[in-house]
């Protein structure tokens, strides 16, 4: 029989099957894939908080844990966990289930970011969610049944009148024999491997990842990584977006905040007002207006001020540039193509606000030109509040001004050689809009999130005035005329 988890039956999980056909499954590996790191120092605690362990733990295993965090599984720690079962003798069934429970709370917040997206993905399709780990089926059912997962395959702890006897019931569910146990409940719930879908860290996981169709390298290990390349797997990181690299746990954002800073282009000087305003954590959707190619500058050390990267909503045109839409994307920009006729880049915007990650988006769409660049009022399209609705994230307003002394829309390059008279860019941030608080009807959220990004412009940009022919000149792009 399957190790059913709790939550909604394989019977009832038929969206996308014709009659007859198999099951689709998505097989998770737990620790260092749908975890952030190691479960271990969790279990320890709620075993501890039953009686059954103590929170200290061996000598030296914070190191260890710390290690691992890093590197992955090795033969040493499983070795430690296939000595577990032995730990268990005498432990009461009873008390160490209501230790799994406690363990699901703690867990919880755990869980990368992403790892709930695609979790919510894989269950819209109507494919089965199964876990599959090495940690006693006992510690992580509840666990799995808070998630929402349909069966859990796991190591099981063999029992008698109501104790544990130290000894496996059945086989120790890791590597190889994680495959089998896998193949076994595949084949008593009439699921297509070949059509599933599997995630790991872990090159021990490798034979279950070789089976099904569809094969992830999350966070992988160092062996794994050689592996998901040579065998082209997709390689993921469930913390950050799809396509975002991730290396030691560290990604091209947390480098450039330490070699980039506004020193480095000693052509502007910038000054960035109401950086505490925007939420250090959660969804966050940045909007601001836009006036200079040098915007994107200004909203990066922006971003750096806050600590947290910044998913942009980018055009075409710059991430698919040379180098440079690499870097955009390897950023976490959101490519955005007007001609394509389909909502894709909102679609990704969307998912990377339910990763719990803040997303920047110039309402605009793209720098005003001639005599429109010097409208007081601002004219956004409705993707910003369409955003706020499907995510229910807050809209913090932001106001830039100066950009466009340092790079004019006529210019194809910046205005490198103001060194000795930089002029000043300008960044305010206002306070954040609940995504409940906008109308319902999204071009008067619209107007609202506009209006407030107008309302930290400086006095003289939100009156009409006539510019000068050179004005109109240098906000048209290079060579066109108004």
Known sequence: MSNTAGGTSGQDRSRGRGPGE????????????????????YIRKALAAVGLATERGLPGEGIFLRIYDTLGESLP???????????????????????????????APQVAPFAGVIIDEHRSAGRLL??????????????????????????RYASR????????DG??????????????????????????????????DAPLLQVVGHPFAVNPDPRLRALALARRWPVLHLDVPQGVPKVAGIEPFDVA???????????????IRGAERIPKRGPVIVASNHRSYFDVAAVGFLAAATGRPLRFLAKKELTDAPVVGYLARAMGAIRVDRGSGTDESLSQAIRALKGGDA???????????????????????????????????????VAIWGTENVWPRSAHFPRVTQVWKPPRVNVRVGEPIPAEALPRDAAEATRVVMEAIMALLPEELNGKREPTAEEIRAAMPPGRRE
């Open 161 to 168: 009148d109501g104790s544990f006897t130290g000894r496996l």
């Open 22 to 41: 198999p099951h689709q499954a998505a097989i998770f590996d737990l620790d260092r894939t749908l975890l952030t790191g190691a479960s271990t120092p």
């Open 257 to 271: 905040v330490k070699l980039v800073r506004p020193q480095m282009m000693p052509f502007a000087r910038f000054d």
């Open 77 to 107: 720690h499983m070795a430690l966990a296939r000595l577990a079962a032995f730990a268990s003798a005498g432990w009461p069934v009873e008390a160490a289930k209501k230790a799994g429970e406690l363990a699901a709370e703690l867990l």
């Open 359 to 397: 997303v920047g988006i110039f309402p605009q769409g793209t720098i005003p030109r001639g005599r429109e660049f010097f409208e007081p009022v601002l004219a956004g399209k409705t993707g910003v509040a369409r955003l706020a609705r499907a995510s229910g994230a807050p809209v913090v307003p």
């Open 130 to 155: 199964v876990l599959a780990t090495t940690t006693p089926h006992h510690l992580i059912a509840p666990f799995a049944r808070a998630l929402g997962f349909d069966e859990v395959v796991a190591t």
């Open 171 to 204: 086989s120790f569910v890791w590597s190889g024999w994680k495959l089998a146990a896998v193949r076994k409940w595949a084949a008593e719930a009439g699921v297509d491997l070949a059509a599933s879908f599997a995630y790991s860290d872990s090159v021990y």
